[in-house]
């Protein structure tokens, strides 16, 4: 998980809220067209292409825009920009395992789910070279972090997959010697903490600082 920095509601979303009046009431179920399409991309991009959650690279067609607070519970904060978030899945194809905001569904519970919108968001989880996310070992975190991992379904064969063969890509990189040196460190470091020219993050890029930060302190290139 990754921190995401909200700023000022977009205007597509602000001027569709501006239309209410007496007979008509703005509500999540009429965004539709252009003004939800533009909405569901200003999401994708404010979180660098990246799921709120996991981390996976995603487009528009690929995701699906996430009430943090669920509608069902909370109605009041259906258009409400800072309880709407990009997450991986849209369409789920037979068989194919929900996670990230489709596992999540219409759970919520303040105390049990991190978000990503606090700035320590990150500080809740660690990461293990075979995929796994596991929670940190903070004793007031990880009551909240192994159930956030477990409702969000974080660690099904599929992520963890995904998250080994893009951490095998790197120590298989054949521009890279290993053991790699506190200047190589501190490269990648600096590449997956920030966004490419397009404003994109790597897929799974906490993933990578982690496990980047802790061989520098292995190493003691600290």
Known sequence: MKYIRK?????????FKAQANEDWQPSYELLRGKDKQQFHHHL????????????????????HIEHFQPQTDYPHLELDYFNLLASCQQKIQPKEPRHCGMGKGDWFHSELLVSPLIADCEDFFEYAADGQILPSRELEKVAVATETIERLSLNINKLKALRTGLIDSIYNDSELELPLSADEIDKLIHYYSRTDEDGKYQPYCQVFLYLLEQERVDRKYV
């Open 44 to 63: 994708i991009s404010e979180q660098g292409h990246i799921c709120c959650y996991c981390g996976e690279r995603i487009v528009s067609s690929d995701s």
């Open 7 to 15: 700023t000022n509601e977009p205007e597509v979303l602000a001027n």
